[in-house]
Every structure is written in structure tokens, then in C-alpha cells.
């Protein structure tokens, strides 16, 4: 709707600016200017007035609309994440390269998506890669090209999980060299070193021996004291091992985001916020209740 402009109106004549004839007749325009104007000057607040209501009900239909989006992914959600798991009694020997497993029909699975496949009985035997065909009318054959591979040994419970692509480590250096969790209840990096922006800690397989699910922790070092810990991911126990990786950007500063990616369906993920004064000195990851390592691998990255 287009707002219509308000005429000028000439400024209020003054008796002692000008002669009394001239004066009178400036009075007389200004006063047959008056109705024009005042008239003009409704339709504009009505015009304004009806763009307001317009806006608002605009306003009213995007929220309901981000609503129904809203809900309607939850349901997506919900409905999805069945269909982006499934499982194989495939006898297949773990490695790298073509892999073929016979699976569900009607998965939410595409080329070159990555797949976590990995035994039941003993998830620290897994293999993972991107998809190079999958038949969503009848489920077979799935093939990966396996890139990741984790233990050893022929299985036929393999459970199959939708996770996301590795991360590019292009200009990333490796820190030192990795660092086993399968024994010990924590595990340090210390000193830090101070010639990188970011860091990228890899954790393949990690996991615990208490009988239930413990959240993974890390703790930041301000040179002097260890600070508190923040979560960065939780439901791990010895069938639901944690393989992904923890973002930490600008660790030389106060504030610092952690953020985990876990290539596993079944663990939670968190995004902790830890603060050290002056930047961080050093790292260590532990299990909440002091538990155990009993698998796992640590790498430290650097750019």
C-alpha cells in the first residue's frame, strides 16, 4: 500500500511582517489551505493505519507458518531418525576399501554420505565411510567405500548408523603423538602449544567401565590451576563408545567454545563453555564419577 504524501502547508502569516492588506489576504489563503490539508493528513494516518494492520497480520501468518514448520520437523525428526539407522548380518571382514552389506529398504540414505557401521556385540569393531551405491527399493546392496576402519575380526551384527563426514584436516598438524584411553581415569595435554589459532582433538573408539552411560569432560589450565569442567559428550559406556572430534577455537583466549561432534547415533552431544584467565595452558579430558578408560585414542591437531 502506498502511504500518500501530506501537502505543504505555508507558514502561519504574522501581522507584523507584512502590510495589513497582504496580511488579510495570506490569512484567507492559509485559512482555505486549512480543509486540504487536514483532509490529507487523515488519509495518510488511515493509510499508515491499514499498513500497520496489514504488517501485523503478516507478522501473525509467518509465526504461524514458522510453527507449522516448526512442527513438522519435529515430526520429520522423529519419523527420520529410524530411517537413518538400520542393521546387516552380512559376514564381513573389517578394512578398508568396497564393502557390501544386504539391509532395510526405504532408508534415508544417499551416495557419498557417510555411514558408521559397527558390531553389536562389541562396538569398538566398526568400519566407516562414504556410500557408493544403496538399492532404497530392497536394500541391497549397500556399499561404502571404508576409509575408517577400528579393531578387527568377521561379524554379522553389524548395526549401521547415518554420521557425518570426517573433518578436512587441510593445514591441520598433528600434535605430538596419539594418546591411548584404554587405561587411566584422565588424560593431559600440557603445556599447550602457543603457536597455533585452533585446535582439533580426534577421539576414535573412547570409552569407559562403568556398567552405565558417563558424560566425557574437559578441563582447561590456566598455568597455575585446573578450571572447571564442561561436558562434551554424554551417554558413553562400553556399547556406545564416542568416535568424533572436539572443536577448540581461539584457545589462547579467556572464553573459549568446545564443541563435539560425536559419529556415533546413540551419544548426546554438548557444546561446553569453559573459561581460563589469560588463555589456556593445557587440556585434559576425564570421565564424570572418575571411571576408567578402557579403549579409545586421543589425537591433538593444530593450525
Do not use: C
Not at 490569512?27 to 493528513?41: C, N, R
Not at 510453527?67 to 513438522?72: A, G, I, P, S, W
Amino acid at each position: 500500500m502506498t502511504i500518500p504524501l501530506v501537502p505543504v502547508l505555508e507558514p502561519v502569516p504574522l501581522r507584523g511582517d507584512q502590510p495589513e492588506p497582504e496580511f488579510q489576504e495570506n490569512v484567507v489563503t492559509f485559512l482555505d489551505a486549512l480543509p486540504d490539508y487536514s483532509e490529507a493528513q487523515n488519509a495518510q494516518a488511515t493509510a499508515m493505519n491499514e499498513t500497520a494492520a496489514a504488517i501485523d497480520a503478516q507478522a501473525a501468518q509467518v509465526a504461524a507458518d514458522t510453527e507449522t514448520v516448526r512442527d513438522l520437523y519435529d515430526l520429520m525428526a522423529t519419523d527420520d531418525a529410524s530411517e537413518m539407522r538400520g542393521s546387516s548380518t552380512t559376514s564381513i571382514t573389517i578394512g578398508t576399501g568396497a564393502k557390501s552389506f544386504v539391509t532395510q529398504a526405504g532408508k534415508l540414505w544417499r551416495p557419498t554420505q557417510w555411514l558408521l557401521i559397527r558390531s553389536q556385540a562389541n562396538p569398538a569393531n566398526y568400519m566407516s565411510g562414504p556410500i557408493t551405491a544403496y538399492d532404497v527399493s530392497d536394500g541391497n546392496p549397500l556399499t561404502l567405500d571404508v576409509q575408517q576402519t577400528g579393531g578387527s575380526g568377521t561379524f554379522t551384527d553389524w548395526q549401521i548408523y547415518a554420521v557425518g563426514a570426517p573433518v578436512v584436516r587441510e593445514q591441520w598438524e598433528l600434535i605430538g603423538s596419539p594418546i591411548s584411553t584404554a587405561s587411566g581415569t584422565s588424560w593431559t595435554i600440557n603445556p599447550l602449544p602457543n603457536n597455533y589459532a585452533d585446535l582439533l582433538v580426534d577421539l576414535a573408539g573412547v570409552q569407559q567401565s562403568s556398567g552405565g552411560p558417563r558424560s566425557l569432560l574437559v578441563q582447561l589450565y590456566d598455568g597455575t590451576t585446573w578450571q572447571s569442567a564442561g561436558a562434551v559428550a554424554s551417554n558413553i559406556s562400553s556399547a556406545t563408545p564416542f568416535t568424533g572430534h572436539v572443536n577448540i577455537w581461539g584457545y589462547g583466549h579467556d572464553l573459549i567454545r568446545v564443541f563435539g561432534n560425536p559419529n556415533l547415533g546413540q551419544t548426546s552431544l554438548n557444546s561446553a563453555s569453559v573459561t581460563v584467565t589469560g588463555g589456556a595452558k593445557g587440556i585434559r579430558f576425564l570421565w564424570a564419577g572418575n571411571d576408567t578408560g578402557t579403549a579409545g585414542t586421543i589425537r591433538v591437531w593444530g593450525k
